[in-house]
């Protein structure tokens, strides 16, 4: 009897334990998660907008040419003023002609009212990628039946 008692009290230990690992393996995926949702925000947030010689030529023909026959700025390089704007509001919901709006208070630029739909598309698509890769969420309000208001934040990261 006390040989069954004392295998008994092993085997439950080796289950607790076993039960303890799984948790703990779960725990080590989750913060893993994490790291990699930080580390890409971290990227999007560090980001600079005209760093590369294409980005820098891009911005020197968007403002070449003032009569709205270009593409703006703002639409070649949507994520970067995304992160500008969520870094300045980082806990707020804004759809993204909101988005379109900070940035262009952000930079002190006004763009001409003929390019906004190409912005605000180019920055819909822009958070949509955001939002696939965890860095961003998003809530859908309904304002009317037909109506649908897509807004965005940063996505808060839970310890």
Sequence with gaps: ????????????????????????????????????T???????????????PIKKERKRKAKSIGDGSTISIYAYLPSDYIAKVFKHYPNQWMSAKEIMFKAFEIEGKRENKSQHHSIVTAFSHALRR??????????????????????????EIAA
Excluded at 7 to 31: D, G, N, P, V, Y
Excluded at 38 to 50: E, G, H
């Design 130 to 155: 955001l939002q696939e890769k965890g860095i961003v969420e998003r809530q859908v309000l309904q304002e009317k039946s037909s109506v649908k208001v897509i807004q965005w934040r940063l996505k």
């Design 38 to 52: 930080l580390q890409q925000a971290l990227v999007a947030l560090q980001s600079d907008p005209f760093s590369s």
């Design 1 to 36: 009897m006390a040989r069954m008692s004392g295998e008994t009290l092993i085997r439950q230990k080796i289950a607790e334990l076993t039960q303890q690992i799984s948790h703990f393996e779960q725990c080590i995926e989750k913060a893993k998660e994490h790291q990699v």
